[in-house]
């Protein structure tokens, strides 16, 4: 089995055929998006996002619980004032329209229909309005503090 490690180390996950792109109901890990993503993003936005270190990823591990009733699960919490669906937040990421037309206007269409709140970064790459527009449930704002004066 190909782990994490090995992946950064050169090796690639095989099986897919080049130009293939795996439909999304196929896919079943990020290593396969990263392949989608490197085949249809400009070389340069690509980089920006690529070869990141996967060593905290490491330590994850998933322990599935077998036999046990999920017909009733109740996922909703309170944070800060807000009833939410699940506990789970769409992080901020700025100038998503480098890798999808929509940008974050589409990033928050898929986290309205996931029931989860959307983090807006300050610098994200549509307006703030425009983005809001299509939100279900209450985004937060995140701020990058920029500097007010000029520096010499």
């Given at each position: 089995?190909?782990?994490?490690?090995?992946?950064?180390?050169?090796?690639?996950?095989?099986?897919?055929?080049p130009?293939?792109?795996?439909?999304?109901?196929?896919?079943?890990?990020?290593?396969?998006?990263?392949?989608?993503?490197?085949?249809?993003?400009?070389?340069?936005?690509?980089?920006?996002?690529?070869?990141?270190?996967?060593?905290?990823?490491?330590?994850?591990i998933?322990?599935?619980?077998?036999?046990?009733?999920?017909?009733?699960?109740?996922?909703?919490?309170?944070?800060?004032?807000?009833?939410m669906f699940?506990?789970?937040?769409?992080?901020?990421?700025?100038?998503?329209?480098?890798?999808?037309?929509?940008?974050?206007?589409?990033?928050?269409?898929?986290?309205?229909?996931?029931?989860?709140?959307?983090v807006?970064?300050?610098?994200?790459?549509?307006?703030?309005?425009?983005?809001?527009?299509?939100?279900?449930?209450?985004p937060?704002?995140?701020?990058?503090?920029?500097?007010?004066?000029?520096?010499?």
């Open positions: 089995m190909l782990q994490a490690q090995d992946y950064r180390e050169g090796h690639k996950l095989i099986g897919e055929p130009g293939r792109i795996t439909p999304l109901t196929e896919v079943v890990n990020t290593l396969e998006v990263e392949a989608v993503a490197q085949r249809k993003l400009a070389s340069t936005v690509y980089a920006t996002i690529a070869g990141s270190d996967r060593r905290a990823f490491q330590h994850i998933f322990k599935p619980r077998r036999f046990v009733n999920v017909e009733h699960l109740d996922f909703t919490v309170d944070l800060f004032g807000q009833k699940t506990p789970i937040l769409v992080g901020p990421a700025s100038q998503r329209q480098e890798f999808a037309a929509e940008g974050e206007v589409a990033t928050m269409r898929g986290a309205s229909a996931a029931q989860v709140a959307m807006i970064s300050s610098r994200s790459s549509q307006p703030i309005e425009k983005i809001v527009s299509e939100a279900k449930v209450a937060w704002y995140q701020v990058y503090p920029e500097p007010i004066w000029p520096r010499f």
